[in-house]
């Protein structure tokens, strides 16, 4: 028997004791044949390639394409375990399969819902309760991906980038050992090694039954309608999924250890979280899921402590996703076999301001690494300029400052720079200015729609012509509206200047602009007409 498949088999068991791996994953089997492939340039110790990228996802493709583009010779291992419950995908990574791209894309199927609603106010004869197909959307959406998936294949094919179906795993630190779905096994060499595997969504391990439910890397993958669905865990990825499903019609739940969106300014979660309850998604607020049991007609009872109320409830449910965090794809490399460091609490990567892990000639980049927004266009940004200073002498590092990013739940949240609580914790309360403002899309006039959560927060330093440290903004389009503010912010913008600037009327973007009102002076902060 092969040693690497034995080594796989071994990883794969000893990976199976936590939730996540309790189940039947897709993996070469320890009593499969093996073959062997050996690179002799490898073993005689020229190494093959100049780069090798482990992980086909947005930083890895972006990394790897990169490096080709300068002439260089580059491979990419990419490799996707199936989930739990058997689901697999193509090239691309997380955003392009089981994230960014299945999620705006059904996002915007539930807006659509929203817009059938309001349509008629404007004149459209159309009926307000029509239903929505499940399957329909999904084979759209799935099809999309696919052949996202068959674009990948074909730019790696364009720029000459070796592509291996394979698992890797570390043989020293500039080798790396495949092995395929059958069980055959390549050994690749490279100067230069990039790990870019990402994250799996997270599986509990001290909830009895766990096996039952399913993650977003189900969701986006299935045939039919997920029917009435808790969704466990407070991050973006439950408030989207459990946003999204509510806007199509289905029965939606949210269960809520602590707080929402941690992380993100929590005055504006809230409010994200009060116009989803207001708009149909139930919350269980203050509770722990406890056990999942299976009844015959294959629907799922939960039942979980309600730290509120001090007592244990009960229901019924179609289908239970958990989103409570996920967990970086370190455990198969043979990390260890090479010395790259680990975080000792996250398991992700260490590295330096140059995405350097601590052995030489090996990087990490995007959601594998410690400290790093877990964001495709940070780890795209961070491939590509890693490329750079690898191959074309650029010094040039990522800075993970001022990032801007959206969540996609039915009312839009986008941020760039500080939340007002960590300015605070930066700068003290006494040295912020925050402007602030409730306002009404005129797109919500007609349709007479709720807009009491669309507000805009910018968190500035008090003194001089106070530099913009934060943008916060609720409401329809949220990303499309902080992109452009985004530049500012990074280029050092101040609030002064911002007052200079003029508005495109009539907007919701230009809500940002007409900001005047402090929180300090306790004035209304609601916008009315122009």
């Known amino acids: 028997m092969a040693a690497a498949a034995v080594a796989l088999a071994a990883a794969t068991a000893a990976s199976r004791r936590s939730w996540r791996h309790l189940f039947r994953w897709r993996v070469p089997s320890s009593r499969a044949p093996c073959g062997l492939v050996c690179s002799t340039r490898g073993l005689s110790g020229g190494n093959e390639y100049d780069l090798l990228v482990i992980g086909g996802g947005s930083g890895g493709l972006a990394c790897a394409k990169e490096a080709a583009d300068f ?40 807006l659509l819902g929203s817009a059938i609603r309001d349509a008629h106010h404007y004149g459209w004869d159309v009926a307000p309760l029509a239903q929505h197909d499940w399957g329909q959307m999904a ?14 294949r074909v730019q790696l094919q364009e720029r000459k980038v070796r592509y291996f179906n394979m698992l890797g795993s570390f043989v020293n630190e500039h080798t790396v050992r495949g092995v395929t779905k059958a069980g055959k096994e390549t050994v690749v060499t490279a100067d230069h090694i990039v ?30 309608s997920p029917g009435k669905t808790l969704v466990v865990g407070a991050s973006y990825v439950s408030l989207e999924c459990a946003g999204f499903l509510t806007g199509l019609g289905l029965d939606a739940t949210v269960m809520m250890r602590s707080i929402p969106l941690r992380g993100f300014d929590q005055q504006m979660a809230l409010l994200v979280t009060d116009y989803m309850e207001a708009h149909g998604t139930k919350f269980l607020k203050h509770c722990t899921m406890k056990k999942l049991e299976k009844l015959e007609d294959n629907r799922l009872r939960a039942t979980w402590t309600n730290h509120e109320e001090g ?6 449910f179609d289908t239970v996703m958990w989103a409570v965090g996920r967990v970086p794809e370190t455990r198969s490399l043979n990390l260890e076999k090479v010395g790259v460091k680990l975080h000792p609490g996250s398991q992700k990567i260490m590295v330096n301001a140059s995405e350097a892990t601590s052995v030489a000639h090996i990087y990490a980049i ?28 650029s010094t040039e590092l990522m800075d993970y400052d001022n990032v801007p990013t959206t969540v996609f739940t039915p009312l839009e949240y986008g941020s760039v720079g500080l939340s007002e609580e960590e300015a605070e914790k930066r700068y003290g309360q006494e040295n912020l200015e925050v402007y602030h403002a409730y306002y009404k899309p005129l797109e919500f006039t007609v349709a007479e729609r709720d ?20 943008l916060h903004f609720i409401g329809p389009n949220a990303g499309e509206v902080i992109q452009g503010f985004a530049l ?34 306790g004035l209304p902060s609601t916008i009315t007409g122009c």
């Not at 007592?311 to 019924?316: F, G, H, K, Q």
């Not at 669309?454 to 012509?465: G, H």
């Not at 002064?496 to 600037?501: C, I, L, N, P, V």
């Open 311 to 316: 007592r244990e409830e009960a229901s019924i």
């Open 139 to 152: 084979e759209a959406i799935q099809n999309h991906v696919k052949s996202l998936n068959w674009g990948y």
């Open 71 to 110: 002439g260089k010779k580059v491979a990419i291992l990419d490799y996707v375990v199936p989930s739990p419950r058997g689901t697999s995908w193509g090239l691309g990574g997380t955003c392009v399969n089981v994230g960014c791209i299945p999620k705006k894309l059904m996002h915007h199927s539930a």
């Open 366 to 393: 995007g959601d594998i690494t410690e400290g790093r927004p877990e964001l495709t266009p940070t780890a795209i940004l961070a491939g590509k300029l890693l490329a750079r200073r690898l191959f074309s002498q």
């Open 195 to 224: 790990i870019a595997t990402g994250g799996r969504p997270r599986y509990p391990d001290d909830v009895e039954g766990a096996q039952y439910g399913i993650t977003s890397d189900d969701l986006f993958w299935l045939k039919k």
């Open 451 to 470: 807009s009491s959560q669309c507000y805009i927060k910018m968190v500035c330093l008090r003194e001089r012509d106070q530099q913009i440290l934060g």
């Open 488 to 521: 500012g912010v990074k280029c050092g913008a101040t609030y002064s200047q911002m007052k200079r600037t003029l508005g495109i009327h009539p907007t919701s973007a230009e809500e940002v602009i007409k900001l005047w009102i402090t929180k300090r002076s």
